[in-house]
């Protein structure tokens, strides 16, 4: 393992762009993102960089990119963006309600929350390290619901929301009712936790999470789950507990059939994010009026049915 970290040190920096660029992610962006409509990504706890599995849509020139993160020091690459797609930022935390709110600042930041962390004796033996979380210092905050962060950004652009927020992320999304009401929300793909009692006080859980977005005509797509961090005494090949995962969810095909093509062709998009080949291909070939306008924004869709059909062969 050593000896390939080596290799790939050695490698030059312009060979491995080259390389990555003839990726299969990277070839199907060149087919179709230039030719994407006018869509809405949040990206809530947005700290250091962007995720690279959005590439598609951070490809895009016509993509609204919003980084939702408070601290503003995390935001920093924000300067040097070099994505086609149109960023701004938001400082602000997001909350259900909105309003003053007390930020639990963990000993290690990047555990903050708008919940205490609290560790149930069930969970004792399981957290070695509580200098990760301890001591925590209490700060009181202004947050606006998710609804007041997309305020001036297009209305009628279909919407993806990523959410990385330490146990908010449902009640942000309960909090943004409204917009899932206007079927304004194409895609969300949120951390979750998947303890029976979540150290981080009152989390949405996974199963939650799950009853939620069924309701509101969404289905669950992906699911990667997340162990628990071993320990300094386990073996590094020694299974340990789930913890959590980051769960996709998209919009209902019968449910974006009612809506304008825009929506099922930035459904198309999100499927692409997801590496879900099979059934892009398949919304693809089915749905006319998406290719149509694929076609008539430049896409050259012929190439990219091919490129999708090998790959899911």
């Known amino acids: ?13 312009f060979l491995k762009r080259a390389l990555k660029q003839r990726t299969l992610p990277y070839r199907v962006s060149e087919l179709v993102s ?13 700290s250091f960089y962007p995720h690279v599995k959005w590439l598609t849509l951070l490809n895009a020139p016509h993509t609204r990119w919003l980084a939702v993160e408070p601290n503003q020091e995390n935001l920093a690459y924000l300067k040097a963006w070099s994505w086609p797609s149109q960023v701004s930022a ?8 909105g309003g003053t709110q007390t930020l639990y600042i963990t000993n290690v930041d990047t555990g903050s929350s708008l919940l205490p962390p609290e560790i149930p004796a069930s969970m ?19 947050t606006i619901t998710l609804m007041q962060a997309i ?3 297009p209305a009628n652009a ?11 992320e449902l ?14 929300i194409v895609g969300v793909e949120m951390e979750s936790t998947m303890l029976a009692q979540p150290i981080m006080k009152g989390s949405g859980k996974f199963w939650q999470a799950c009853e939620y977005m069924e309701a509101q005509g969404f289905e669950l797509l992906h699911v990667k789950p997340i162990q628990a961090t071993k320990s300094g005494r386990s073996k590094a090949d020694l299974n340990t507990y789930l913890n959590e995962c980051d769960a996709v969810f998209a919009l209902r095909q019968d449910v974006t059939e009612m809506l304008a ?20 291909l398949s919304l693809l070939e089915r749905d006319h009026q998406i290719k149509t306008f694929l076609q008539q924004r430049g896409a050259r869709v012929g190439d990219l049915i091919a490129l999708l059909r090998s790959s899911t062969r």
């Open 158 to 168: 279909p919407t993806f929301v990523k959410l990385d927020t330490q146990g908010t």
């Open 124 to 142: 004792t033996h399981r957290v070695p390290h509580l200098d990760y979380f301890f001591p925590v210092t209490e700060r009181r905050i202004e």
């Open 171 to 184: 009640s942000i999304l309960q909090g943004a009712q409204p917009v899932f009401d206007a079927r304004r």
């Open 90 to 97: 938001c400082t602000t935390g997001l909350s259900r309600e």
């Open 261 to 280: 093509v825009e929506f099922r062709v930035a459904l198309f998009a999100f499927y692409l994010t997801n590496l879900l080949f099979e059934e892009a």
């Open 34 to 46: 230039s030719a994407l409509p006018e869509v809405v990504c949040v990206d809530v706890g947005a």
């Open 1 to 13: 393992m050593s000896v390939m970290r080596t290799v790939r040190r050695l490698i030059p920096a």
């Open 151 to 153: 305020e001036g950004l």
